[in-house]
């Protein structure tokens, strides 16, 4: 038989608690708000969570989203300006990939120190754009943080360049594991942002007039008209 596909048309709120949210087919958000207020979900194998253009998965505080081995978390975004996003309504939320994340120009808002749990079999695909910020980081030991390859094996499929990923202040680490045993171990992130942003943080960071024309008529005259930059914005545990 044909899988199902469930087309949400308006904001929806799942009250149930410790749900599988996608057993069989395809849950398509649509655009729309997606709110799950309970505790537990889960995306079964067979099943697929589509992010669409724009689309927001909001978590209750302390809950958790799964996809286990042979579900499929995917979005279908093509451009920063319709990134899909997931977040938490209040405090943090858990994100666990044990199955299929295939995901480009994501949000990912509000994890918990956890991070985004990738999981032995796990196969990352399409990562492209995908932006971390909010993220949890307690008291205690530096181990906090945004992407967790902790449980990382030689069944684990990685891409082998992740570009555009922007990791903004928040966990102690971006990335945290080991990747020696993981399909792509030697992953490369990368971080591109236009001219313009640079020229506004040149004038936020300096106060002085004459050294922010003198530096701006340097690009000029080096006909620099954009910047590419491969950065991490504090550790990369890798």
């Known amino acids: 038989s044909t899988s199902p596909t469930v087309v949400l048309v308006n904001d929806t709120t799942v009250n149930q608690n410790s749900t599988s949210l996608v057993s069989n087919g395809t849950l398509s958000v649509n655009g729309q708000i997606l709110t799950l207020s309970g505790a537990t979900y889960t995306v079964l194998s067979g099943g697929t969570l589509q992010l669409d253009t724009s689309s927001t998965l909001r978590l209750a505080s302390g809950a958790s989203l799964t996809v286990n081995s042979g579900g499929t978390l995917s979005t279908s975004n093509t451009t920063a300006s319709s990134r899909a996003r997931i977040e938490s309504s209040a405090g943090y939320v858990g994100l666990t990939i044990n199955g299929t994340m295939n995901t480009s120009f994501?949000?990912?808002?509000?994890?918990?120190?956890?991070?985004?749990?990738?999981?032995?079999?796990?196969?990352?695909?399409?990562?492209?754009?995908?932006?971390?910020?909010?993220?949890?980081?307690?008291?205690?030991?530096?181990?906090?943080?945004?992407?967790?390859?902790?449980?990382?094996?030689?069944?684990?499929?990685?891409?082998?360049?992740?570009?555009?990923?922007?990791?903004?202040?928040?966990?102690?680490?971006?990335?945290?594991?080991?990747?020696?045993?993981?399909?792509?171990?030697?992953?490369?992130?990368?971080?591109?942002?236009?001219?313009?942003?640079?020229?506004?943080?040149?004038?936020?960071?300096?106060?002085?007039?004459?050294?922010?024309?003198?530096?701006?008529?340097?690009?000029?005259?080096?006909?620099?008209?954009?910047?590419?930059?491969?950065?991490?914005?504090?550790?990369?545990?890798?």
């Open 106 to 238: 994501l949000w990912i808002d509000d994890l918990n120190a956890t991070g985004l749990a990738v999981g032995a079999n796990a196969t990352l695909t399409g990562w492209r754009g995908i932006r971390f910020s909010g993220g949890e980081n307690p008291a205690g030991p530096d181990n906090s943080r945004y992407i967790n390859l902790t449980a990382a094996t030689g069944s684990t499929t990685l891409p082998a360049s992740i570009e555009e990923c922007w990791f903004e202040a928040g966990p102690d680490n971006n990335v945290l594991g080991d990747l020696a045993g993981a399909t792509h171990p030697n992953v490369t992130f990368s971080e591109q942002r236009p001219f313009a942003y640079y020229k506004i943080a040149l004038l936020y960071v300096l106060s002085c007039q004459s050294y922010i024309i003198a530096l701006l008529r340097l690009f000029k005259d080096l006909h620099i008209t954009a910047i590419h930059l491969c950065i991490f914005n504090h550790h990369n545990s890798i």
